[in-house]
């Protein structure tokens, strides 16, 4: 059974950091290329980052120069390090992942190209 679990989440200030992780399980982790979505509230899901198998990133414009998407093999783990966090960022923030031969580059922000997601995260940042 796959689970990928979210933890991290919580209230900050404007310009304050967090640091979310999604645990997987039932996954070869190795091989899936791993995905940090949010949805704001009446607002559909958005794409944040990817990082493929091979540890290549891409980021949405927003949240470059901010935010860090890392994995770690070892641990099953994916990691987003927020920084800079701005009142526009809250959201719940959920992982998603993919077997990675069947991870698309121009799709990588389409809901529909990931197999398994977590429950998600909720991060406030207010003012």
């Known amino acids: 059974q796959v689970q990928l679990v979210e933890s991290g989440g919580g209230s900050v200030q404007a310009g304050g950091s967090l640091r979310l992780s999604c645990a997987a399980s039932?996954?070869?982790?190795?091989?899936?290329?791993m995905a940090w979505f949010r949805q704001a509230p009446g607002n559909e899901r958005e794409a944040v980052a990817i990082i493929n198998v091979g540890g290549t990133t891409t980021k949405i414009d927003s949240v470059k120069g901010r935010f860090t998407i890392s994995r770690d093999n070892t641990k099953n783990t994916l990691y987003l390090q927020m920084d800079s966090l701005k009142p526009e960022d809250t959201a719940m923030y959920s992982c998603a992942a993919q077997v990675g031969w069947a991870c698309q580059s121009p799709s990588w922000t389409k809901t529909e190209m990931y197999a398994y997601w977590g429950q998600g995260t909720q991060v406030t940042v207010s003012s």
């Open positions: 039932g996954i070869t982790f190795r091989l899936y290329c």
